[in-house]
């Protein structure tokens, strides 16, 4: 960006953001600081290092104060509760393992900021995020960060060719200590201000607890049964478990069991071994695609990722949105995203949907088992 533009920046009151203002108006740009109010004031999480906590509204505006740029504060509770929050309990209430950051930057961050971005007539909008935009011989591309132990492109991949081609990363080529070296180099007020880390509004990991105030009735007890169908224990509520997850399943058995499926319908948890979690073919819904060309009939190679935290792994993607996978793998949860990558860019992604396996064949016929 050589030329002087007009740009909002969306700060969120952590050192990112703020040094992406920062160097925006440093390099001369017409700068707007826009900072989104999540919460109601009465209910603001106070717990340190959470992200859009009460505290960074104010550390938003100290920054803008600091850099000498004008901030404005959207209170967009209402918006977060519908676009992200309900969503995420419903998710968890279907037996699923949903990625509310994904919705959040798909809905509040993309969508309605730049809808905002338009409205003040800026050229584009500016979020520090850890993810690169390339522009290449098509149009704008959505590549990995070059630091790949910030890369945040996993919880980007619902992001259009149209979002893209007026958002701006100018985190994406840089490491942490750079940017923290640089807010120190401003003298900014969060310089040493530490990460968000969780989802904002889940407070101490208490997932269950968020859902069962918004989706009631979700923490129903139900029964924890074998790949057979048969009984072998009991649960406080499915949203309490995920897929590939050990605890709180009953002991005593040969081998470890883990959750193997989860059956909203009937309240059920499957266990089984280890084995019986692997999964090579991966079938996916709302696909967002930002490759050139069309997946051919006959699949296109392919790296994905199936969770934020793992390395990407080779996969065939083919055009009726179902990845497989070169080797089974013993994580795959419905409500996840899956990533597509061709080296470094990013190809698009989709949810993993649920799916019945023909393992689970006699838990099926006693009730309707079904699959995340």
Not at 202 to 214: G, I, K, M, T
Not at 321 to 343: I, N, S
Request: glycine share 10%; with cysteine; aromatic share 6%.
């Amino acid at each position: 960006m050589s030329a002087k533009k007009r740009i909002v920046a969306a700060m969120s009151g952590g050192v990112d953001s703020s040094v992406v203002a920062a160097l925006l108006a440093e390099q001369g740009h017409d700068v707007v600081g826009i900072t989104l109010q999540l919460y109601p004031h009465d209910r603001t999480p106070a717990r340190k290092g959470a992200c859009c906590a009460g505290e960074d509204v104010r550390d938003a505006r100290a920054v803008a104060e600091r850099i000498g740029i004008p901030h404005y504060v959207l209170a967009y509770e209402d918006r977060f509760r519908a676009d992200v929050m309900e969503p995420f309990a419903a998710s968890y209430a279907r037996g699923e393992t949903p990625v509310p950051c994904v919705l959040c930057n798909q809905t509040v961050k993309f969508r309605d900021l730049l809808a905002v971005a338009n409205d003040l007539g800026a050229d584009a909008l500016a979020t520090g995020h850890y993810v690169q935009r390339i522009d290449g011989p098509n149009g704008p591309e959505l590549h990995r960060a070059a630091d790949s132990s910030r890369d945040q492109s996993y919880f980007l991949f619902t992001t259009t060719r149209e979002q893209l081609a007026r958002l701006r990363f100018p985190l994406g080529a840089m490491r942490k200590d750079e940017t923290r070296a640089l807010a120190q180099r401003f003298g900014l007020p969060v310089a040493d201000k530490a990460d968000s880390q969780d989802i904002c509004f889940v407070p101490d990991r208490d997932y269950a607890s968020v859902v069962e105030r918004l989706h009631p009735g979700a923490a129903e007890p139900g029964e924890i049964v074998d790949l057979d169908g048969r009984v072998i224990g009991r649960h406080g509520g499915i949203i309490r478990f995920t897929v590939g997850q050990r605890r709180g399943l009953p002991g005593g058995s040969a081998e470890p069991l883990f959750v193997v499926a989860l059956d909203s319908e009937r309240r059920r948890v499957v266990a089984g071994p280890r084995a019986a979690l692997g999964r090579k073919a991966v079938p996916l819904r709302d696909v967002n695609w930002l490759g050139d060309t069309r997946i051919p009939d006959a699949g296109m190679p392919v790296a994905v990722r199936l969770r934020s935290t793992q390395i990407p792994a080779p996969a065939t993607l083919f055009p009726d949105h179902r990845v497989v996978l070169d080797t089974p793998d013993t994580a795959v949860a419905p409500g996840q995203g899956c990533v597509f990558y061709d080296g470094d860019r990013v190809l698009g992604g989709g949810w993993i949907a649920r799916e019945a396996r023909p393992m689970l064949h006699a838990a099926l016929s006693d009730g309707g088992v079904a699959q995340r």
